[in-house]
Each structure stands twice: as structure tokens, then as C-alpha cells.
């Protein structure tokens, strides 16, 4: 690893890619460091009992036709066509998400209202529905599925989150995916980037961050085959804000504890073909643990090439040992998300026929979405603007995540 580089970029995941990738074929000498053993962040594909399998849904919401050649660039004919938009479950399948329903009966039909976009910051879930779409249709069709998500009533959840969601994550007509798991893509960003002239280094952390007088001037690292540190003028975030944050020298900054959503994704594997047609499905449903089911052949064929179906539910809860998801053993949970495969949701015929392949705990998937912690959830973000040369490439859906590493590096 060189000492010197004209970028370092904090963070392997989509973000941190998109941007490394963007500053390589700018030209620039820029190093991703990322504390993991591989990149992608939460964007992995696993393979075990020869099966594959994504750690939760990733789907590439591709917005223009641009960014579908900048797919294309990577994979090739690795890219695949799913000809399924997300669905949700009200006693029954249904297309289209919760936040595609419309109160004409229609689903992705015009909304009663246009949404103020974006909504005053201080504003929250349930104003900003309600508004857009009148209070008894949010309370009927919208706010068990927001508040199992996010884990907070809907007159605690922000606002901006609803309209983010409804915008930018919809795939009404299908989308398209890595044949092999969100993982290929991962993979091949960072194999472009060290076409490019750049370098991904992991299994590297970042100990501190050199902000003397106010300005970057390097990072220091831990980690095999790294120096004691980079110099650099310019340093793109793509980790939490708060953990970098808590890196700057001097400092750190006194920071406000941020309370986490975490995520235990439950992988059934159950012999046969799939259950379903769908890929991705959500429940509001409080009698199935999971907020989000995906069914990964249906999503490619060669994730599940052996003669069983692989079924991942995403039980979001509170990391604590009260909550009746986080704190209960691995085999309850799955156990209860296999009973939950046949009741109530009538897809599985006997829950004894499903075999658990894994149960992924994430105990930090996300700060909790909570407006009475919104001004905390800023506080690192705030102290790294305050350094000159410190960009932020947040988290999000990956080509959303991918858009603001690039933003980062042009900015």
C-alpha cells in the first residue's frame, strides 16, 4: 500500500465503492480501506450446502438508462432481467409495496395528494402521509408495516423516510440483478477500481484520522501490509458518521449515543421449488416474525441450483435481550419463522419440512429512524463537514449508495 494518495476512501461497501471507482477513472491515487475481511458491507452473497444467498434483499433500483450501461460495464451477461416487482401480503399476495397502494384501490396510481417534498425536517411519518394520502387510509394500509420496520411509532418516524422510500426504492416493473448475488457487483467494483490504478485494501481499520488546523492530512492504519498511515488532503466517508467522527485528531468529538434497528435475517432452505413467484415480499403481519421475505431462485435460478428453495426473512427488532426476536436462540426464531411459512401465510404446507442454513444477526443495521434522536443522528456527520477535505457518501439502496460515493469524489 502506498503511503500517499490523492483520496482515501473510509469504507468498503457500495458508497465507498462507487466513489473509489469514480476517483480511479478519474485518475486519481485513491486507496478504499475497509476494517472487513471482503468488501460490500451488508451487500455480501454467502454460498454454503451449495446454495447462495444474499444477506437480505439488495435490489439495484436503476433509475436511467446511463446507469444500466454502467451495469452492463461491470457484469456483462452476469446482469439478469427479474421480472418481478416487489409485492406485499394483506391475507393474501398483492402487487406492489405498502407505499404503492393508493386509496382508489389502484396500486401505483396517483396519490390523493402530492407529498411537499421535501417535508419540513422537524415533520413525521404520519403528518406527511397523512396529508398525501388522508389519515384512515395510513392507518389502515400503511402504518403496521412502518412501524415493524422501523421499530418507533409513525408519529416518531421522520418525515423525509416515507417519501425516500416511496421515490427512490420502487421497481414496478421488475429490476435488474447479478446472476450470482449483490455480491458479484461488489466483487467487480472492486476489481475495476485496481484496473483503474486504485487499491482496495481490507482487513484494514482506520485508528485515527489526521485533521490538524481543521483540514485532512492523513489516516492512520492497522492492518497487514498497510503503513502506520496515508497522507492525503481528501478523504471520502462512507462509514457511519458517528464511528468516524469518533477517529478525528484532535479530538474526537463529544458524541450523543445513537440507539440502533437491528436485523436477524433467517435462512430456510425447504426441498422442492419455490414457494412463491416472488422475489421480495412484505408483511405487516405481527403473527410473522419477518418485515421482508425474499426468495433468492427467484431472483436467479443459479442462487439455489440444487433442488431446494431458499427462503430469507428479515426479522428487524431492538438489540436487546427482552426483545422477543434478538433475545430468542436461533433455532426458536427460525422455528417460528418456519410455522409463520404455513400460518398465516399458506405457503408451506408442513413448517417441519424447512431446514435452518443460517441466521445472520446485524445488532447495528441502521440508527433507529426517531425524530427525538434526529438531532443526535447528526452530531458526526456535523463534525466531519467542519474538516476541510471530508466529503460523506451516506448509506442507501445500493445504486442510490453508489450515486453519492461518485457525488463525494465530484464534489
Not at 207 to 215: F, L, N, P, S, W
Not at 272 to 285: F, H, I, N
Not at 351 to 380: H, I
Amino acid at each position: 500500500m502506498p503511503n500517499a494518495a490523492d483520496i482515501v476512501v473510509l469504507g468498503a461497501g457500495p458508497a465507498g465503492l462507487g466513489a473509489g471507482l469514480a476517483a480511479a477513472r478519474a485518475g486519481a491515487r485513491v486507496a478504499v480501506v475497509e476494517a472487513g475481511p471482503r468488501v460490500g458491507g451488508l451487500c455480501v452473497t454467502v454460498e454454503r450446502d451449495g446454495l447462495r444467498y444474499d444477506l437480505g434483499g439488495h435490489i439495484p433500483f436503476v433509475r436511467d438508462a446511463a446507469r444500466l450501461e454502467w451495469l452492463r460495464g461491470l457484469l456483462g451477461g452476469e446482469l439478469v432481467w427479474v421480472p418481478r416487482p416487489v409485492s406485499s401480503w394483506r391475507g393474501g399476495l398483492r402487487a406492489g409495496r405498502y407505499l404503492d397502494q393508493r386509496p382508489d384501490g389502484g396500486a401505483l396510481g396517483t396519490p390523493v395528494r402530492a407529498p411537499v417534498d421535501p417535508p419540513p425536517p422537524d415533520s413525521s411519518a404520519q403528518q406527511v402521509l397523512a396529508g398525501t394520502f388522508g389519515a384512515p387510509f395510513v392507518e389502515r394500509e400503511l402504518r403496521g408495516y412502518l412501524e415493524k420496520i422501523d421499530g418507533v411509532p409513525l408519529a416518531r418516524i421522520p418525515g423525509p423516510r416515507p417519501l425516500r422510500l416511496m421515490r427512490d426504492q420502487a421497481a414496478p416493473e421488475g429490476f435488474w440483478f447479478p446472476r450470482l448475488g449483490i455480491g458479484q457487483l461488489m466483487d467487480a467494483m472492486a476489481a475495476a477500481i485496481a484496473e483503474a490504478g486504485g487499491a482496495v485494501h481490507t482487513g484494514t481499520r482506520v485508528t485515527a484520522i489526521d485533521a490538524a488546523g481543521g483540514r485532512v492530512r492523513g489516516v492512520c492504519l492497522d492492518g497487514p501490509g498497510a503503513p502506520e498511515r496515508i497522507d492525503t488532503a481528501r478523504l471520502v466517508v462512507s462509514a457511519a458518521p458517528g464511528r468516524a467522527a469518533a477517529l478525528l485528531r484532535p479530538g474526537p468529538p463529544a458524541l450523543t449515543p445513537l440507539r440502533m434497528r437491528a436485523v436477524c435475517i433467517v435462512l430456510l432452505a425447504i426441498p422442492g421449488g419455490p414457494l412463491t413467484d416472488q422475489a421480495w415480499v412484505q408483511v405487516d403481519d405481527p403473527a410473522v416474525p419477518a418485515a421482508r421475505i425474499f426468495e433468492m431462485g427467484n431472483w436467479s435460478p443459479d442462487m439455489t441450483p440444487g433442488g431446494e428453495t431458499l427462503i430469507g426473512m428479515e426479522c428487524y427488532c431492538h438489540p436487546r435481550d427482552d426483545d422477543p426476536v434478538w433475545g430468542a436462540a436461533d433455532e426458536a426464531l427460525a422455528a417460528r419463522c418456519a410455522a409463520s411459512l404455513a400460518d398465516p401465510l399458506g405457503w408451506l404446507d408442513d413448517p417441519s419440512r424447512a431446514r435452518l442454513v443460517d441466521v445472520v444477526r446485524m445488532p447495528s443495521g441502521y440508527p433507529l429512524p426517531d425524530l427525538e434522536q434526529l438531532a443526535a443522528a447528526g452530531e458526526g456527520a456535523r463534525a466531519l463537514m467542519e474538516v476541510d477535505g471530508v466529503a460523506l457518501a451516506p448509506g442507501a439502496a445500493v445504486i442510490e449508495a453508489v450515486a453519492a460515493g461518485e457525488a463525494a469524489v465530484a464534489g
